[in-house]
Protein backbone atom coordinates (compact mmCIF):
# COMPACT_ATOMS: atom_id res chain seq x y z
CA UNK A 1 0.00 0.00 0.00
CA UNK A 2 2.94 2.11 -0.39
CA UNK A 3 2.08 5.75 -1.06
CA UNK A 4 -1.48 5.10 -1.42
CA UNK A 5 -4.46 6.41 0.35
CA UNK A 6 -8.04 6.21 1.37
CA UNK A 7 -9.73 8.80 0.11
CA UNK A 8 -13.02 9.29 2.16
CA UNK A 9 -16.08 11.60 0.34
CA UNK A 10 -18.90 11.55 2.57
CA UNK A 11 -21.58 15.04 3.46
CA UNK A 12 -22.33 13.78 7.01
CA UNK A 13 -18.56 14.58 9.37
CA UNK A 14 -19.24 12.39 11.90
CA UNK A 15 -18.93 8.96 9.22
CA UNK A 16 -15.77 11.09 7.80
CA UNK A 17 -14.51 11.68 11.79
CA UNK A 18 -14.97 8.05 12.15
CA UNK A 19 -13.83 6.51 9.47
CA UNK A 20 -10.84 8.33 9.62
CA UNK A 21 -10.12 7.09 13.39
CA UNK A 22 -10.66 3.81 12.11
CA UNK A 23 -8.30 3.74 9.17
CA UNK A 24 -5.48 5.69 10.57
CA UNK A 25 -5.65 2.64 13.54
CA UNK A 26 -4.69 0.28 11.11
CA UNK A 27 -1.93 2.11 9.89
CA UNK A 28 -3.65 3.31 6.86
CA UNK A 29 -3.30 7.17 4.81
CA UNK A 30 -6.41 8.85 4.85
CA UNK A 31 -8.01 11.84 3.44
CA UNK A 32 -11.52 13.32 3.90
CA UNK A 33 -13.63 15.30 2.00
CA UNK A 34 -17.08 16.75 2.34
CA UNK A 35 -18.30 16.53 -0.69
CA UNK A 36 -18.12 15.49 -4.31
CA UNK A 37 -17.25 18.48 -5.75
CA UNK A 38 -14.32 19.43 -3.18
CA UNK A 39 -12.70 15.50 -4.41
CA UNK A 40 -12.82 16.89 -7.89
CA UNK A 41 -11.14 20.06 -7.39
CA UNK A 42 -7.82 17.82 -5.49
CA UNK A 43 -7.77 14.55 -7.51
CA UNK A 44 -5.53 14.09 -10.41
CA UNK A 45 -4.75 10.78 -11.95
CA UNK A 46 -1.11 11.04 -10.67
CA UNK A 47 -3.01 10.12 -6.71
CA UNK A 48 -3.50 6.59 -5.69
CA UNK A 49 -5.55 4.68 -3.27
CA UNK A 50 -8.86 4.08 -3.12
CA UNK A 51 -12.29 5.98 -2.89
CA UNK A 52 -14.67 5.29 0.14
CA UNK A 53 -17.45 7.04 -1.65
CA UNK A 54 -21.74 7.61 0.49
CA UNK A 55 -23.68 6.89 -2.84
CA UNK A 56 -25.77 9.91 -1.66
CA UNK A 57 -24.73 13.66 -0.91
CA UNK A 58 -26.29 17.12 -1.64
CA UNK A 59 -24.87 18.81 -4.99
CA UNK A 60 -23.02 15.87 -6.86
CA UNK A 61 -23.86 12.39 -5.81
CA UNK A 62 -21.44 9.95 -5.08
CA UNK A 63 -22.95 8.16 -8.53
CA UNK A 64 -22.27 11.21 -10.75
CA UNK A 65 -18.49 11.18 -9.28
CA UNK A 66 -18.12 8.00 -10.04
CA UNK A 67 -19.13 7.99 -13.42
CA UNK A 68 -16.89 11.74 -13.93
CA UNK A 69 -13.99 9.12 -12.82
CA UNK A 70 -14.68 6.83 -15.12
CA UNK A 71 -14.50 8.90 -17.93
CA UNK A 72 -11.16 10.09 -17.34
CA UNK A 73 -10.08 6.52 -17.83
CA UNK A 74 -8.56 6.32 -13.60
CA UNK A 75 -8.77 2.68 -12.21
CA UNK A 76 -8.65 4.15 -8.96
CA UNK A 77 -11.19 1.48 -7.12
CA UNK A 78 -14.06 2.74 -5.65
CA UNK A 79 -16.46 1.30 -2.77
CA UNK A 80 -19.78 2.63 -1.96
CA UNK A 81 -21.05 3.07 1.04
CA UNK A 82 -24.79 2.71 0.36
CA UNK A 83 -28.27 2.68 2.60
CA UNK A 84 -30.52 -0.40 2.09
CA UNK A 85 -33.15 1.56 -0.44
CA UNK A 86 -29.39 2.05 -2.49
CA UNK A 87 -28.60 -1.44 -3.07
CA UNK A 88 -29.66 -1.97 -6.71
CA UNK A 89 -27.98 1.38 -7.60
CA UNK A 90 -24.94 0.43 -5.79
CA UNK A 91 -24.99 -3.07 -7.62
CA UNK A 92 -25.93 -1.18 -11.13
CA UNK A 93 -22.13 0.84 -10.36
CA UNK A 94 -20.47 -2.24 -9.37
CA UNK A 95 -21.46 -3.44 -13.08
CA UNK A 96 -19.85 -0.48 -14.62
CA UNK A 97 -16.99 -1.14 -12.70
CA UNK A 98 -16.86 0.02 -9.17
CA UNK A 99 -14.99 -2.45 -6.92
CA UNK A 100 -17.67 -2.77 -4.46
CA UNK A 101 -20.40 -1.28 -1.83
CA UNK A 102 -20.97 -2.18 2.20
CA UNK A 103 -24.34 -1.41 3.57
CA UNK A 104 -25.05 1.17 6.48
CA UNK A 105 -24.46 -0.08 9.57
CA UNK A 106 -21.34 -1.70 8.49
CA UNK A 107 -19.14 -3.54 10.11
CA UNK A 108 -15.96 -1.68 10.79
CA UNK A 109 -13.52 -4.76 10.44
CA UNK A 110 -14.95 -5.85 6.84
CA UNK A 111 -14.96 -2.15 5.70
CA UNK A 112 -11.32 -2.09 6.56
CA UNK A 113 -11.05 -5.42 5.18
CA UNK A 114 -11.90 -4.88 1.85
CA UNK A 115 -10.43 -1.43 1.39
CA UNK A 116 -7.03 -2.52 2.26
CA UNK A 117 -7.82 -5.46 -0.41
CA UNK A 118 -9.05 -3.02 -3.59
CA UNK A 119 -5.29 -0.71 -2.14
CA UNK A 120 -3.27 -4.09 -2.66
CA UNK A 121 -5.28 -4.64 -6.41
CA UNK A 122 -4.68 -1.06 -6.89
CA UNK A 123 -1.30 -1.12 -6.14
CA UNK A 124 -0.44 -4.57 -8.28
CA UNK A 125 -2.38 -2.52 -11.29
CA UNK A 126 0.34 0.77 -11.18
CA UNK A 127 3.11 -2.49 -11.33
CA UNK A 128 1.92 -3.77 -14.15
CA UNK A 129 1.32 -0.52 -15.40
CA UNK A 130 4.53 0.32 -14.95
CA UNK A 131 5.94 -2.77 -16.32
CA UNK A 132 3.40 -2.69 -19.33
CA UNK A 133 5.19 0.78 -20.31
CA UNK A 134 8.79 -0.05 -19.57
CA UNK A 135 8.26 -3.05 -21.61
CA UNK A 136 6.74 -0.63 -24.40
CA UNK A 137 9.53 1.56 -24.65
CA UNK A 138 12.15 -1.42 -24.88
CA UNK A 139 9.65 -2.28 -27.90
CA UNK A 140 10.11 0.83 -29.51
CA UNK A 141 13.73 0.33 -29.97
CA UNK A 142 13.43 -2.26 -32.19
CA UNK A 143 13.52 -1.76 -35.83
CA UNK A 144 11.13 -3.44 -38.12
CA UNK A 145 13.70 -5.92 -38.90
CA UNK A 146 14.50 -7.01 -35.38
CA UNK A 147 10.37 -7.24 -35.25
CA UNK A 148 10.41 -9.41 -38.28
CA UNK A 149 13.18 -11.85 -36.72
CA UNK A 150 11.21 -11.62 -33.20
CA UNK A 151 7.82 -12.45 -34.76
CA UNK A 152 9.26 -15.83 -36.33
CA UNK A 153 11.48 -16.47 -33.01
CA UNK A 154 8.87 -16.34 -31.24
CA UNK A 155 6.93 -18.70 -33.51
CA UNK A 156 10.05 -21.38 -32.58
CA UNK A 157 11.38 -21.20 -36.18
CA UNK A 158 15.08 -21.67 -36.97
CA UNK A 159 17.60 -19.49 -37.73
CA UNK A 160 17.66 -20.78 -41.09
CA UNK A 161 14.35 -21.01 -41.32
CA UNK A 162 14.09 -17.07 -40.37
CA UNK A 163 16.86 -16.44 -43.04
CA UNK A 164 14.92 -17.93 -45.81
CA UNK A 165 12.18 -16.36 -45.16
CA UNK A 166 13.63 -13.09 -44.70
CA UNK A 167 15.85 -13.47 -47.59
CA UNK A 168 18.91 -12.87 -45.93
CA UNK A 169 21.53 -14.80 -44.83
CA UNK A 170 21.96 -16.51 -41.34
CA UNK A 171 24.52 -14.61 -40.25
CA UNK A 172 22.72 -11.59 -40.68
CA UNK A 173 19.67 -13.50 -38.76
CA UNK A 174 21.88 -14.08 -35.81
CA UNK A 175 23.07 -10.75 -35.70
CA UNK A 176 19.65 -9.07 -35.94
CA UNK A 177 18.31 -11.94 -32.75
CA UNK A 178 21.46 -10.79 -30.57
CA UNK A 179 20.70 -6.98 -31.12
CA UNK A 180 16.85 -8.10 -30.41
CA UNK A 181 17.82 -10.01 -27.01
CA UNK A 182 20.02 -7.55 -25.52
CA UNK A 183 17.26 -4.70 -26.52
CA UNK A 184 14.67 -6.56 -24.99
CA UNK A 185 17.41 -7.78 -21.70
CA UNK A 186 16.84 -11.84 -22.55
CA UNK A 187 19.29 -14.45 -23.40
CA UNK A 188 16.68 -16.73 -24.67
CA UNK A 189 13.45 -17.24 -26.73
CA UNK A 190 11.42 -18.44 -23.77
CA UNK A 191 12.50 -15.46 -21.92
CA UNK A 192 11.65 -13.26 -24.71
CA UNK A 193 7.96 -15.04 -24.36
CA UNK A 194 7.70 -14.92 -21.19
CA UNK A 195 8.65 -11.09 -20.93
CA UNK A 196 6.18 -10.26 -23.46
CA UNK A 197 3.33 -12.04 -21.92
CA UNK A 198 3.97 -10.83 -18.22
CA UNK A 199 2.65 -6.77 -18.44
CA UNK A 200 -1.25 -8.05 -17.85
CA UNK A 201 -3.50 -6.51 -16.00
CA UNK A 202 -5.09 -8.21 -12.86
CA UNK A 203 -9.00 -8.90 -12.99
CA UNK A 204 -10.92 -6.46 -9.99
Request: glycine share 8%.
Given at each position: MSGSVVFIVDDDEAIRDALSWLFQSRGVAVETFASAEAFLAMWHPGRYGCVVLDIRMDGMTGIELFDRL????????VIFLTGH???????????????????????DNDLVDR??????????????????????ARLDTLTLRER??????????????????????M??????????FEKMGV???VELAQTLAAPKRSQP
Open positions: RETGTGLPGDVPMAVAAVKKGARDFVEKPFNVIEALDWADQQRESDAAGAYLAQVMERVLAGKLNKVIADELGITRTVEVHRARLKTA
